[in-house]
């Protein structure tokens, strides 16, 4: 089944992506901590883009689209702002103490911890970002 | 999300309740800045009504963490739940912070 969600980047959209996870994810059977990480994983990609994507102060979007298909859920986030690839940004250390830990960064490192796959491309002048967690114990 | 902040004991005890996802990070860093000011004391966050937290979030217990070390005080960070701990836990943000 497939799922469509479109949001300006505006960060105060946000809370949207909650409701749309969580119906998905109840529709298919998914565990609760799932839900969950689901939903912090794409709330990073998509802060990112709304971030990042399109010049300030203009409005452009960015397209969720979700479906589950053998028990590997796959969410591709797409937008046609300015090429950004976030699979490139240098891994986190996690091991650095607080005084050493710069503030940012830890969006791709949550995405990359919790889905088992991630892919970035650009075509036909939108970024796709591409997503998968495999999820056994989901009904589909 | 709402944060309730209360004194006690010379130091002072902030209530998170709700989604701390980006937007409400936005709008608790104004809502933070009493705890900001008072990070020369012991500063405890009671996360047992915080259902969700991202990197916006982490981030802001991140600066709060900081303040506290450069001012001599100390962040106490208690009931956490499964999800929230397993996501300090992919962070490293567990080690960060004294846990209870």
């Known amino acids: 089944m497939q799922h469509h969600l479109t949001l300006p980047n505006d960060i105060n959209t946000i809370p949207q992506l909650g409701t749309f996870v969580e119906g998905i994810c109840e529709e298919t059977g998914v565990s609760m901590e799932n839900t969950m990480q689901l939903n912090l994983a794409l709330e990073e990609a998509v802060v990112n883009v709304m971030s990042y994507a399109y010049p300030e102060g203009t409005t452009g979007y960015v397209d969720i689209d979700i479906n589950t298909v053998d028990h590997r859920m796959c969410i591709i986030i797409s937008d046609s702002g300015k090429p950004f690839d976030p699979t490139t940004k240098e891994e986190v250390d996690i091991t650095l103490s607080a005084e050493q830990r710069p503030i940012g960064g830890l969006g791709i490192h949550l995405i990359r911890n919790i889905m088992d796959e991630v892919a ?8 796709i970002l591409t997503l998968k967690k495999y999820l056994p114990n989901s009904l589909k | 999300m709402n944060i309730t902040i209360q004194e006690e004991n010379g130091g002072f005890v902030a209530h998170l309740n709700g989604r701390l996802d980006t937007p409400a990070a936005i709008k608790a860093q104004q ?7 008072n990070a020369d004391k012991v500063i405890t966050l009671d996360c047992e009504a915080l259902e969700y937290i991202s990197s916006s979030g982490l981030r802001l ?3 709060l963490r900081k303040e506290a070390t450069a001012k001599g005080g100390s962040i106490i960070i208690k009931n956490i739940n499964d999800e929230i701990k397993k996501v300090f836990m ?6 960060l912070f004294t846990i209870q």
């Open chain 1, 120 to 127: 970035y491309e650009r075509k036909d002048n939108r970024n």
């Open chain 2, 31 to 37: 809502d933070m800045v009493p705890l900001m000011e």
């Open chain 2, 61 to 63: 217990f991140l600066a």
């Open chain 2, 90 to 95: 992919m962070t490293g943000f567990y080690n």
